[in-house]
């Protein structure tokens, strides 16, 4: 296959498809390691990732550390997609956190999660990919 | 809803949902930020996970700093399952990099990728999520 297989989003696609998802994958430090883990989110209108969390290491090693990565991703047989953004985490206090309640921030688990984080996005890139998978094709016995 | 919407796996069962998956997220540092990127990999019999890179940021953050994270999930509509490892990365050199001949490590995107990369883990935990989402049975105007 010549053509190149992979293909950047433009930042204002890369948006419109953090738009349209609710699940990916959050990076953070805590303490000298890094840690991963899933979460729902939304994107408010001032391009800023908000999720909502319980204390916990995640809440206690972003405020110790506000560096964070974030990823989406989906895929199909054929296709790819990923996008990847990378930020600072804010706690929002007061006020600020009622922006959480005019979003589509839906947490698929129905545990208690009082806080309201904003990802402030400095970096943001998105990348099409098209698959080679020929084996899904094979039938092996 | 009473019951606990999040079962934690055993090891052993967290090990076998990594071994029957090939597509995840790998978060490791780079100098003092953390970074995400998905890659696609395969588990060895000495339950370290092994992927290939090109050259780039990722090796160069490995090689820097070894502690990486790692996270695979899956969900449909009514159920959730992730399993996150932490562990070291250490680029497999010589002979030792063969092992990625003998396993189902099938990149998903043909670019070239000639390191090979074994992440030792040192830590592995899977939840399996009951989801709540009401509003896919909504169907708003």
Redesign the interface.
Known sequence: ?DEN??APMSDDEAWEVLRQHE?G?L???LL???????INYAVDANKRIIFRTAEGSKLLGMAMNS?????I?Q?DEET?L?V?A?GRAVTLEGSAAYVADDLPL?P????AKFNVVAIEVSEISGRR?????P?THMHLN
């Open positions: 296959m297989p992979i699940f994958r990076a953070f430090h000298d390691e890094v840690h991963i883990v899933p560096d964070v990565a974030f990823e991703d895929y790819a990923s990847i990378r839906r698929w688990v129905p545990t990919f098209h698959l080679d998978k084996w």
